[in-house]
């Protein structure tokens, strides 16, 4: 089982639609999340973090964290193209793990016009 | 979040050679990764950059393949040495900022170097 999953996509939603990506990681002991938005041929750009469960809202995006269930997920109201990029979840373990950040593979959002 | 840049943006080598990464940050932060991501792939972190100290290696990552420099709070290097063409990536660095009291673990990532090996 990976540390940290996410399907690979791509995902296509339409302009103005509702795109929700999913995570979820194994190890309890995780303690901070985050979102990063890549666009091909760029670094990542972190644009959420949740520590907490529940939600948290930053504009147009929702990050939801579920430490239950072991999920996380990234809600981008109001689609638009430029939203088109690949989005990594990333998970912090403190315990043993340092600060040390392990990262999904990635999903593949595409807004289609 | 904090200005980082790294140089060289790109570069093609050959076989057998060594090149060496910087990494400049325009604050002082306390924590500095290296991060690989090779092509059609995500971050695998190489080692955490310690100032003053011997970098921290991840499995499968060794100090005598990837050496690296942390002389002072804003700056590091990565070396990629006796490189191969599965060294062909794309080399991040990132930073963690601290401050304000309070404990974050969000990191920061630089433009990124991205390697040819022929």
């Known amino acids: 089982q990976k540390e940290v999953e996410q399907n690979s996509g791509p995902l296509s939603v339409p302009e103005g639609a509702i795109a929700s990506l999913n995570c979820t990681y194994s190890?309890?002991?995780?303690?901070?999340f985050f979102w990063y938005r890549q666009y091909s041929g760029k670094s990542p750009e972190l644009i959420m973090s949740?520590?907490?469960?529940g939600d948290k809202e930053d504009g147009r995006f929702t990050a939801q964290l579920n430490k239950a269930s072991q999920y996380v997920s990234l809600l981008i109201r109001d689609s638009q193209p430029s939203d088109s990029a690949t989005y990594l979840c990333a998970v912090n373990k403190l315990a043993g793990g340092g600060n040390k950040l392990t990262f999904g593979t990635g999903t593949q959002l595409k807004v289609e016009l | 979040s904090a200005v980082i840049s790294q140089k060289p943006s790109r570069d093609i080598c050959q076989r057998g050679t060594s090149l060496t990464i910087q990494c400049q940050v325009d604050?002082?932060?306390?924590?500095m990764f290296w991060y690989r991501q090779q092509p059609g792939q995500s971050l695998t972190l190489i080692a955490t950059a310690n100032q003053g100290s011997e970098a921290t290696y991840e499995s499968g990552f060794v100090i005598d393949k990837f050496p690296i420099s942390r002389p002072n709070l804003t700056f590091s290097t990565l070396t990629v040495s006796n490189m191969s063409p599965e060294d062909s990536s794309i080399y991040l660095c990132?930073?963690?900022?601290?401050?304000?009291?309070?404990?974050?673990?969000?990191?920061?990532f630089g433009p990124g170097t991205r390697l040819t090996v022929t």
């Open positions: 990132s930073v963690r900022l601290t401050g304000g009291g309070l404990i974050r673990y969000e990191q920061y």
């Open positions: 949740i520590y907490s469960n």
């Open positions: 190890d309890r002991g995780s303690q901070s």
């Open positions: 604050s002082q932060v306390t924590m």
